[in-house]
């Protein structure tokens, strides 16, 4: 399917989120020359810390230190253009859901993508589901902008702990031989890798893909869900 399209553009919620959701493909469209663009709407750090006047400096330091993991991250993947919004992590629902969507808004009209991948509707992660709520409402089929494809994906330790609400793919790509490169990619956020059994951890993103990828008869695989997909 991906190899049909031309422009593409990830909207995530935190830097680390592309990795976890589509690093694979993302290294897969890389590969296949495809114009991507990674948009991070929240900076992911500063909602670890409780006082953020007392600790403003470090979480500054905090939030540079992710940004530099994910440009690192993103070059393992030979993605090379992003950009980062830094909005208040933990805190996407404070903000009035149009000043959110204006930013995806703002990024379709100046990249003119013809598929947007964003978040599961059904993540534990409120930052995810209010990133999904700004795509679903920016892509909007109108006469003046229509997307040919509206996507989510999965991120481990959200999507999968929502156990009211199970992500259903009805999209698989394989990813056998890009695998290593979400890994390594993942490897850069020093901070957010964690130990097994936790699932976002080296065992947890192998084991994600192995079981994605025995649903589809590959090795490997990243899972999706087509929200919105037109035909020409």
């Excluded at 393992?76 to 909005?87: A, E, M, Q, R, T």
């Excluded at 995806?104 to 599961?120: C, G, Q, R, W, Y």
Aim: aromatic content about 10%.
């Amino acid at each position: 399917m991906i190899d049909k399209f031309k422009k593409f553009l990830i909207v995530v919620a935190h830097p680390d989120d592309d990795v976890l959701g589509c690093g694979g493909t993302l290294k897969k469209l890389s590969k296949l020359n495809k114009n991507v663009k990674v948009i991070f709407i929240a900076e992911g750090s500063s909602c670890r810390f409780k006082n953020h006047k007392k600790f403003e400096k470090k979480i500054q330091e905090k939030i540079k230190e992710r940004e530099n993991f994910g440009k690192l991250a993103l070059l393992d993947l030979g993605i090379k253009n992003s950009k980062f919004y830094n909005l208040t992590c933990g805190k996407l629902n404070k903000y009035p859901i149009t000043e959110v969507a204006k930013i995806v808004e703002d990024e379709i009209a100046k990249f003119n993508p013809e598929v947007l991948l964003t978040h599961s509707n059904f993540d534990v992660n409120l930052d995810h589901r209010t990133v999904y709520q700004a795509c679903l409402q920016s892509t909007r089929p109108t006469k003046k902008r229509k997307i040919k494809a509206l996507i989510s994906f999965e991120v481990l330790s959200s999507t999968e702990w929502k156990y009211n609400k199970v992500f259903e793919p009805n999209l698989f790509i394989n990813i056998e031989k890009e695998i290593k490169y979400k890994i390594k990619a993942m490897k850069r956020y020093k901070t957010e890798m964690c130990i097994f059994p936790h699932p976002r951890s080296m065992m947890g993103i192998n084991t994600l893909a192995k079981y994605r990828g025995i649903q589809s008869q590959n090795k490997f695989a990243e899972a999706f869900k087509i929200i919105r997909l037109f035909s020409e």
